[in-house]
């Protein structure tokens, strides 16, 4: 098994193998997984530093392996004007909800009661499959960009 435990400058590595996770698995920091060329991984962070998208990690073997998000459900809302979409922002963010910010968009894990509270607003609700990267919060900080 492969055994990774630390990050690498990604602009600084050619990647070996890739690991496609979804977003619960990326917040552990005790993770057992396949990277996408069929290698067992084990992953072994230090606690509350989750993986982030586009973070390379170095094998103790040597290897680097991206981290990819791995499409899941999810709920899309959207917004048609500015002033809703402040407004929706406000409301999910003060019952403390994971928010995946876009232009005039909103994503977050499948929850009627939040579908249910941006209808009222007047946004429209997709419910698909896709790549779920929410903003971190305030209080912690990353170089990359989660486009």
């Keep these: 098994m492969l055994k990774a435990s630390e990050r690498v400058n990604n602009s600084e590595v050619e990647v070996d193998d890739s690991v496609t996770l979804d977003f619960d698995t990326r917040k552990k920091v005790r993770i057992k997984s396949r990277t ?12 509350g530093h989750p993986l982030f998208i586009g973070d390379i990690l170095k094998t103790d073997c040597g290897l680097h392996i991206e981290v990819k998000g791995l499409p899941e459900e999810v709920s899309t809302a959207y917004a048609t004007d500015w002033d809703t979409f402040s407004k929706i922002c406000y409301h999910l963010g003060n019952r ?27 946004l429209s609700i997709n419910h698909t499959l896709a790549i779920f990267a929410p903003e971190t919060g305030a209080y912690h900080t990353h170089a990359h960009s989660h486009n």
């Design 36 to 47: 996408d060329n069929g290698y067992d991984l084990g992953i072994f962070l230090q606690r």
């Design 96 to 122: 403390h909800t994971i928010l995946q910010i876009g232009l005039l968009w909103v994503r977050y894990k499948p929850d009627h009661v939040l579908d249910e509270l941006c209808e009222k607003f007047g």
